[in-house]
């Protein structure tokens, strides 16, 4: 059973940092390109950053240019995000996901597997 697992989400004052992991169980994420969206209340889901299967291609929506790094291990059968400079704009469950093939996608509906959600609170 494929599935992803998402941590690292929780209360962080603006301007500090998280770093969210997602680890994949029944599966290899070798052949994946690999997405984090995020979606806000009231809000649809957006792209947040993508990686491609081998790493050589990456994409970050311009509202976390410069601030998030998207990585992969895939010894580890992980991917990261590490987030810094939080706003409160960034307020949001964040999820992981995959779609088969190497290349990135940016639309949610290119994704085959999600994971159940980190929740992300920027607030003082």
């Known amino acids: 059973q494929l599935q992803l697992a998402e941590s690292g989400g929780g209360l962080v004052q603006p301007g500090g940092s998280l770093r969210l992991s997602c680890v994949a169980s029944?599966?290899?994420?070798?052949?994946?390109?690999i997405a984090w969206f995020r979606q806000a209340p009231g809000k649809e889901r957006e792209e947040v950053s993508c990686?491609?299967?081998?790493?050589?291609?990456?994409n970050y929506a311009d509202s976390v240019k410069g601030r998030f790094t998207i990585s992969r291990n895939n010894a580890k059968n992980t991917v990261y995000l590490q987030m810094n400079s939080l706003e409160p704009e960034d307020t949001a469950v964040y999820y992981c996901?995959?779609?088969?093939?190497?290349?990135?996608?940016?639309?949610?509906?290119?994704?085959?597997?999600w994971g159940q959600g980190t929740q992300v609170t920027v607030s003082s």
């Open positions: 990686i491609s299967a081998d790493g050589g291609a990456t």
């Open positions: 996901a995959v779609k088969a093939g190497w290349t990135i996608a940016t639309t949610p509906n290119e994704y085959d597997t």
């Open positions: 029944g599966f290899t994420l070798d052949y994946f390109a």
